[in-house]
């Protein structure tokens, strides 16, 4: 793996002007959200929003956002929301105890609170945006709702199969994550710039395969989750279905084999290397559609830290 720095997306754009003033507004409107209406559900939702996470959704709108405009607060608002409420479903289906370095929502509250909350969390986002009027930014949303619900879909499908092809894999990467990276671009656009939709694309793949690269090696206490979550689940990430082309071991482990030992071993076959090799070409893809945005500057340095994180 390439030198690997400490990842803040925050640091690399922090001084981009009206930023500090957009995420505070996110994050006031999401505190209001939750303040207090539905017991238990909302307090499910209240604590996972306060356990922390990096904001990259609205940080994609608002850097994607016209000069001189950032992008409405309910974009931001929206982009989040829809995040929190899918791994706080995704939390309950891998069965996943730890998130952001906390109890998981599910394990905490249970999972009837937890698919409560996702559902509650969920169903707001779209009333966010309803609230603005905006039928195109409200269809983009309906249309990655459904892009995310298919990439789970998908991954149940391949679950246990080591012989998943790395294209199928890619294609779960922009389902389950690269959706929702353009989604906010495109909110934070406004329309205006459809390749800012193609680097968010882009760079959500990217991001989701460093994130299965970390689920091989990262420590919990750096990435705030239990790591070899992927192999347990039979989840033919890009790292374990390359390691699993090599090792017999590590392909019977995939396919729900006997798992001890197994994350060493695909740290030993160079899996993790290519992998992100690969993340590194995502990342540069996504560059590749900055041509005249006022914020390239910011938009390339985030598509570096995003490859270089370790959390
Ligand atoms: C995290 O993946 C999960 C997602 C990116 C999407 C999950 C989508 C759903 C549960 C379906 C849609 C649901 C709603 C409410 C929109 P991961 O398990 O690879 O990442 P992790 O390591 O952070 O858990
Ligand atoms: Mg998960």
Redesign the pocket.
């Known amino acids: 793996m390439s030198a690997v720095r400490s990842y803040e997306p925050l640091d690399v754009v922090r001084d981009a002007s009206g930023l500090k003033e957009y995420l505070e507004a996110v994050e006031q409107r999401l505190d209001e959200l939750f303040a207090g209406g539905f017991g238990a559900v909302d307090l499910a939702a209240q604590q996972a929003l306060r356990a922390g996470g990096k904001r990259l959704r609205p940080l994609l709108a608002f850097l994607a956002s016209p000069p001189g405009q950032a992008p409405p607060v309910a974009a931001g608002v929206a982009v989040e929301l ?1 995040h929190l ?3 706080v ?3 309950v ?2 069965g ?1 105890p730890v998130r952001r370095g906390a109890p998981s929502t599910w394990n905490e509250f249970g999972q009837q609170v937890a698919l409560a909350s ?1 559902d509650r969390v ?1 169903a707001l986002a779209f009333s966010e945006l309803a609230a603005e009027g905006r039928l195109r930014d409200l269809a983009t949303l309906a249309e990655t ?1 459904l892009a ?2 298919r ?2 879909a998908l991954q149940r499908d391949l679950r246990f199969d080591p012989h998943t092809s790395v294209e199928a894999q890619l294609r779960l990467c922009s389902l ?2 690269g959706s929702l990276f353009s989604a906010a671009c495109r909110l934070g656009a406004g329309g205006r710039r459809r390749s800012l939709g193609e680097y968010g694309l882009a760079l959500g793949i990217a991001f ?1 395969i460093v ?2 690269v970390l ?1 091989c090696v990262g420590e919990a206490g750096e990435t705030g ?1 239990a790591p070899g ?2 192999l347990r689940e039979g989840i033919p990430t890009l790292p374990l279905l390359f390691a699993a082309e090599r090792d017999e071991t590590v392909r019977a482990a995939l396919a729900g084999g006997p798992r001890e030992g197994v994350l060493e071993r695909v740290a030993a076959s160079g899996a993790l290397e290519r992998a992100h090799e690969i993340a590194h070409a995502y990342s540069r893809k996504a560059c590749s559609y900055l041509n005249g945005d006022s914020r390239r500057r910011e938009l390339e340095a985030l598509a570096q830290a995003v490859v270089e994180r370790r959390r």
């Open positions: 829809i409420a899918s791994l479903h995704d939390d289906l891998d996943a996702g969920f709702a995310l619900a990439g789970e389950k994550t989701q994130d299965d689920d989750k979550t992927d």
